[in-house]
Each structure stands twice: as C-alpha cells, then as structure tokens.
C-alpha cells in the first residue's frame, strides 16, 4: 500500500512507470511477431525445398548473396546457366531466412503472371519512400481503381501526338551529335537516359526543359542515385533495417534524392492545377494540341466522382517519369549495341528507315506500322536485354503450377526475365541476335509467355505501346544520319540489374559517324 501511495501521489513517477511497461509490452509484442514470422518463414522454405533445386555454391549463413559480386550482376548471370539445368524454377537463399524461388519458363510464368498478387514488399518496398503508392508498387482495390483510372491516358488516340514529341526530343539529341567530331565515343545510356527524360517531360508533364543541352541535370542524377542505392540496400543485410538505413551515409543520400525527386513533381503539378484553375475547360482544350499524362491524372474521376489525390498524383508521376524514361533509355541503349555489333542488320534497318522517311526529320504515327525489320531488332534487342530483369511477387495463396509442384501462400517469387529470354529450352541458339526470330511465321507458334519485355497478364505494363512507339522512332532516325560502330577500346559491356538493366562499369560506349561524313 505504501508504495502503491507513493506512486500515485507522484505523477511524474506514474506516468513514467506506464510509459516503460508499454514499451515492455511493445517490445515483446514486436518480438512475438518477429519471432512467429520467423518461424513461418522457415516452414515455408523448408516446404519449397523439398519439391525445388537450390544452386550449389551458397554460403551456409548468407546464402547466394555471396554470387552477387560487387554491382549485383553476377548473380543474374548464372541463371542462365541454371536454367539449363533446372528448366524451370530454381531456389535462390538471400540470407539465412530470406528465400525466393525464380521462375524462368512460359508455363511457369504464365501461372503466376495470370494472377493479381501483390509486387513483394521486400523487393519492392525500399522503393515506397521514392515511387509511395503508384502502380508499380501498390496492391489489391487501390490498385485496381487507378489502373482503371489511368488506362484512358494510354489510348492511341492520345498516344498519336508523342510520336511528334519522340521525333523533337531525337532530333535534339542527333544535333549534339553532329557538333561532336566524327568517330566519338560517346556513353549510351547518358546520352539515352537524357533523350528519353526529355521526351517524358513532354509528354507527361508539357514540360520544354532543355534538359539535353544542360551540362548537367539533378533530376536526372538523383533518379541514377536512387536506383543505385536501392539495388545496393538491398544486398546489405544490416541495411534492410529502417532505422539503421536511416542512421547510415547511403539513407541519407537517399533521402536528399527523394526530396528532390518530390520537389520536382510537386512543383509541376502545383502550377498545372493553378493553370487549370484560371481557365475553363473549353479554353484548355483550345490552348493544348494533347492531352499530356498530367491531364489524364489531374481529370481521372472514379465511379463515385472521386479523382485522385494530391499524395497520389504525385506518386504516378514520379513513378511514370521514372519507368517511362529510365526503362526506355535501357532497351535503345542495348538496341543499338546489338545493332552497333551487327553492321548487317543494322544496314537492314537503315535501308528501312530511309524508304519510309525518305529523308524526313519526323516520324508520324501512320509510319510506324512501315517499320517492320526495326520492329524485329528492337524486340530481339529487348529479349537479349529486358530493360526490367527481374519481377517479384508475393504469393496472396497458395500456387500450384502445371507440373504439379507447389508455392505456398506468402512465397516470393522472382519471375526472372532474363533468365527466361535466354532459357535454352525455350530459345534456340539464345545468345545470338537474330531479328527474324520476330517474324510473324517465327511468332505464330511462339509461347506467349515465352517473350515479356513488358511483364503480361493483369499487372503488365501499362505504358508499352509508349515505350515501343518511342524506342521505334528514335532508332529509324538515328540510323537514318548515323553509322554506329562498337568502342573496342574499352571491354565488353556487362548486363548489371539496377532496377533496369545497365552496364557494368566502365558503361557502354559507342562511335557514332554521320552518314555524311
């Protein structure tokens, strides 16, 4: 009683003693969770391994994170060699508890891409600080609702005034290469990375920035180092914790990029919505010649009359400007690397470009359908190269695939394009270029999930024809003034994950020589 008293008649005492028995029980609330998710986890491994393969090789406590080598690459790399072993799927140990199975034939694919799980929050949330809510990273009816709201911003009919703003954006790009001496070596993936940005902030945004003829652009940077330091969060294990990432040099990077990025978006859109304020809509439809993704975003409204909110239109626009460019920028970089290495079906394509452009500094919409054998080499460029190697799903129940194995409810799965595209089961003769492989009668019979640059089923990318339509018009009007020629100075380029997929340090590196020269 006498301490009961003493407690009570000192407030500061109480409340003090409530707040270390909350954090007690927090704690060991928090502890039970762990320990409970712990414990399901490595039932569920346990449960995958006996029905697939794990590789040799793995470290006893860090698993294959020991394969990754030092930019993440390497990993990647060897799934081919174990699809040629395993055909399928294989297990891939990232740490002691951390297991996901990687998938790489059309039929296992096509089991899991034709449902609508949820993208693994592993793989994918690191990027929740940068991309929050949009579709690459949410889940369930949110999701459903703005994929439905968005969709309308994807109709041909708005898509035919880009292929005007692709040609502008090009042709920017083509003039700096004509102020560079002929036969320089120039870094593909700045020189694409700035192109495609200039053509996003186009034609989502309305924005005419000159990004291209700058020295230097942060955005641009920023979103290089975000992507960095995501792929490199995850492989450090100590940084898959919030507060110790927060606490570290790379969080707090990473925290600069995102505000950055924030800033950016909110900016733009803050003036859009005063512009739309300050005139009707009869006046906006006058004064635009297209709708831009903005528009679609700012106009989108649900069955309820509902649109989208301001947290949620910036998290499109962030993750459009992000996927929209930097993947795009990915699959021209590695299409004109192949091209570059194969003089032969790069002349296929120059030829191409000049019957139907007949020398015009413009692709229009009704030509694209023309450009059949650069059709063929960007697909082919895209099945050696997927601008998105790898994609990650979370199971929302249980899967069971054609064979007859299974995956339980709340397994990671790595659909593992890369390693698809060049599973020897799958493709013949799968490290060669060979553009007709893409011909109707080469395609009629093909899987349809055998080839998905842009994922498939329900979840598939939503910008495809963009990107396509874009990656089609660039590359008929560079090799209808340039001659592109490998930099055999410097090595090969390496395929490396970064989100999308790069080159390996030094980078790719290309001569480019005018036509006229």
């Known amino acids: ?17 409530l707040t270390c028995c909350c954090a007690v029980v927090v704690f060991v609330v928090t502890l039970l969770k762990v320990t409970v998710g712990l414990w399901r986890t490595v039932r569920r491994n346990r449960t995958m391994a006996a029905d697939f393969p794990a590789p040799p090789g793995g470290h006893w406590l ?15 790399l060897k799934g081919v060699g174990w699809a040629d072993d395993y055909k399928y799927a294989h297990l891939i140990h990232l740490g002691p508890f ?5 998938v790489y034939h059309p039929d296992y694919v096509r089991a899991i891409m034709a449902r609508s799980d949820k993208k693994d929050e592993f793989a994918y949330g690191f990027l929740r600080p940068w991309l929050g809510d949009g579709l690459l990273t949410t889940a369930g009816p949110k999701w459903f609702r703005n994929r ?3 969709t309308p911003g994807f109709h041909f009919e708005i898509l035919k005034p880009y292929v005007r703003l692709f040609s502008e954006s090009t042709n920017v790009m083509l003039k700096n290469w004509e102020d560079l001496t002929a036969g320089s070596s120039i870094d593909v993936f700045h020189h694409m990375g700035l192109m495609t940005l200039d053509s996003m902030l186009k034609c989502a945004l309305s924005q005419h920035t000159d990004c291209q003829t700058r020295k230097t652009n942060d955005y641009i940077a920023a979103v290089y180092d975000l992507a960095d330091l995501t792929m490199k969060r995850g492989r450090t294990i100590s940084h898959r914790i919030d507060l110790i990432y927060a606490m570290s040099s790379d969080g707090r990077k990473y925290r600069k990029a995102c505000k950055l990025v924030h800033e950016y978006a909110e900016r733009i859109i803050a003036e859009r919505k005063e512009a739309l304020m300050q005139r009707d809509g009869e006046e906006r439809a006058n004064r635009k010649k297209y709708l831009d993704f903005l528009d679609i975003l700012l106009e989108a ?24 460019h930097d993947t795009t920028a990915s699959g021209l970089s590695w299409t004109l690397y192949c091209l570059a290495r194969h003089p032969g079906h790069q002349e296929k394509c ?47 129940s249980p899967l069971t695939f054609p064979d ?24 013949e003769n799968h490290t060669e270029y060979d553009p007709l492989r893409f011909s109707p009668e080469n395609s009629k019979d093909r899987h349809p999930y055998a080839f998905i640059p842009f994922a498939a089923g329900p979840r598939n990318c939503i910008g495809q024809h963009f990107a396509m339509n874009e990656l089609k018009t660039t590359v008929a009007l560079i090799l209808q003034r340039f001659s592109l020629t490998p930099d055999d100075t410097l090595p090969e380029p390496i395929p490396i994950p970064k989100l999308i997929l790069r080159a390996k340090k030094p980078g790719l590196f290309l001569k480019i020589k005018p036509l006229s020269a």
Not at 3 to 14: E, N
Not at 98 to 102: E, G, I, R, S
Not at 311 to 324: K, P, Q, S
Request: aromatic fraction near 6%.
């Open 301 to 324: 409204k649900d069955e309820d009359g509902n649109g989208l909110t301001d947290a949620e239109i910036r998290d499109e626009v962030d993750t459009f400007m992000f996927e929209g």
């Open 1 to 17: 009683m006498a301490v009961t008293d003493a407690l009570l008649s000192s407030p500061g005492t109480t409340v003090a003693t």
């Open 350 to 396: 120059r030829k191409e470009a000049q019957e139907v452009l007949k020398g015009r500094t413009e692709v229009t919409w009704d030509l694209l359908p023309s450009l059949k054998y650069i059709t063929m080499s960007v697909k082919e460029a895209l099945r050696l190269f997927p601008p998105v190697p790898m994609i990650f799903r979370q199971l929302e």
């Open 98 to 102: 951390l297991t996901n199975c990687a």
């Open 62 to 76: 860090l698993g294959h994170l020991v394969m990754l080598g030092p930019e993440g690459g390497e990993l990647m």
């Open 404 to 427: 007859g194995r299974i995956i339980a409810k709340g397994a990671s799965v790595n659909i593992s394009t890369h390693t698809l595209h060049h599973n020897s089961h799958v493709w």
């Open 148 to 150: 439905r709201l968005l």
